[in-house]
């Protein structure tokens, strides 16, 4: 026998620029279960040359620009979603050599994880395998999207 449980949390991993219809499928399932939907994406910090050495106001300014794009996207998606019927969703911005952690460390007390990529672009099937590789070690189910479902590492199931 299986047994299905609603997920009470979703984790949303953005990696790369991320994609607005896996934002808006992610949120939809939410609002289906009434979960929590907590995004996780990654940003690149500006990188120094010599003799420039980043500071830290031009550190913080590149992660309030990528805070700010994730809040629009979020904010947008949105638009039009009853919210009565949605649990809250949060927003975590880690830099992008932290994104696996920070998404692996979600998803041990999540229900479901969900990866947003965009579909196209030069990094795209770079983007898509690290996706994999990452979903393949989470304990909980996650798909890359529609129909696209990774089986968890564990998963024991009895038929």
Known sequence: MIVVVWPERIVLGVI???????????????????????????????????????????????RDRARSRLTASVRDALLGVERDALGEVGLTLVTDNQLDHAIATRAQTSGLTLFSIAPTGLLARRHRARARRLAAELPCPSSLGPGQAVEPAGLDLVH
């Not at 896996?22 to 009434?34: F, K, N």
């Open 16 to 62: 790369g620029r991320g994609d607005e219809l896996a934002l808006a499928w992610a949120l939809g399932l939410a609002r289906r279960w009434s979960a929590d939907l907590q995004v996780v994406a990654g940003y690149h910090p500006p990188v120094g040359m010599f003799p420039h050495i980043v500071s830290a106001r031009e550190w913080r300014e590149a």
